[in-house]
């Protein structure tokens, strides 16, 4: 089976999954990652997501306060993003909901549903946008009388911004979204009709600059009740850090954080430090040498050189933390 037609099997198992089932066994059904997927929504609450903080504003904060700005993001998050019967559901009264982790090269399946005027968009690596949208949502959603449609890359400048062709399902009904980024590169299938094909995404936050190598992946907010659901990734492996997945330091008087740093650029992995209260953001490294370990064993060593503990998620992310994770 080519890969192409692996897409096609994929595509419509999701579209009719559920499909005349009453909410409560629906919700059972949907949300299974295909095989070689990760679910990142599991159907029951926001693990694997996180308040926005944009892109941008990573660079100008420090850890503390990338921490103290996490804590009110999350709680706006969850006055705003809720889960019922399976689905993702956003009031349209917070912010957009971004992915714990950071994605490099990706395929991506997501299911979305807007109301009449809905607008919202898929960030990729924390650039806007994969455009959701319907005639009325706005002025520029028509170009001489006619509807653009959905799933064009809608900040572009220099590139191509609209879809190929129009796709979308009629408001109030469910929409699939395949999603393939590899470089700077975009390919979009909207309910399998391709509507981006090997177009470049521009750097919305740095015109002109190359985008980002990793960056999260962003559900946007518009304004407007948004539903969500089957929010599938699949990792394209790197080839230049698949040899760097050994680790080898030499710290002397580091601080943790640039520790971690160095770490998740050598193994090719992401790291996060679970400091709420911002104490391990204060911790230094006073001597540690690592010599050829894997990722995971050179973040638990540098984690207990700096007095803490470390753990891998589902996702595959690294975890520095006070507490013991069993």
Sequence with gaps: MTMHTRWLAVGVGLAFLGAGLQPAEAAKKINKAP?????????KDLTNWKGLIEFPQRKKLTPSQMAEAQVKADALMREHWSVKDGILIYDGKGQSLQTIKDYGDFEFFVDWKILPKGDSGIYLRGQPQVQIWETNSSAVANVDGKYVGSGGLFNNQKNPSKPLLVADKPVGEWNTFYIKMVGDRVWVKLNDKLVVDNTPL?????????????????LQHHGNRLEFRNIFIREIPDPTLVAANTVKLELIEVPLVHALRRASRQGGVSIVLDDPNGQLAAQRIAYLKIQGESAGDAVASIARAA???????????YHVTQRRVD
């Design 202 to 218: 521009e750097n919305y936050w740095e015109r002109g600059k190359p985008l980002p190598v990793t960056g999260p992946i962003e």
């Design 307 to 317: 007095g803490a503990y470390s753990y891998q998620d589902s996702l595959g992310v």
């Design 35 to 43: 095989k070689g997927y990760t679910a990142l929504f599991n159907g």
